[in-house]
């Protein structure tokens, strides 16, 4: 469960590709998780929060920013949609929504046009090398 949460930390910036169902939602629990312990530890969820805290969080945010718009694009690239499509979260609550709608699809099955498919057996060495 932990190497799903920390693929998209080994593939930081890559853009290029796919991404499962599994290595999105691990990765984004893994990051509330970090996020939530990072809060209450540093007091940044209070309702005087430290400036310390608060900056841990900032930068823990700023970190995996691009992570976390790299797995977005491969999971949206997976579904054989541009990763452009990450711009619909920009309107509010309907974008969100859409985009959680996509993400919780199931991939295009076979190969598309942004590579083979990460859940197909001739892809298990690609999963092994990030393991």
Request: proline fraction near 7%.
């Amino acid at each position: 469960m932990m190497e799903w949460m920390l693929m998209p930390l080994k593939r930081y910036a890559d853009f290029n590709g796919r991404s499962r169902r599994k290595e999105y939602w691990m990765f984004l629990l893994g990051y509330i998780v970090v996020y939530v312990v990072l809060g209450l530890l540093t007091g940044g969820f209070g309702t005087d929060p430290n400036v310390v805290g608060s900056m841990l969080l900032l930068i823990f945010s700023l970190g995996l920013l691009i992570p976390s718009l790299a797995v977005g694009v491969r999971r949206l690239h997976d579904l054989d949609k541009s990763g452009w499509f990450l711009l619909i979260g920009i309107i509010p609550i309907i974008g969100s929504l859409i985009l959680l709608y996509f993400f919780v699809q199931d991939g295009t099955p076979g190969p598309n046009k942004y590579g083979p498919n990460p859940k197909g057996p001739d892809n298990e060495a690609l999963q092994d090398a990030f393991s």
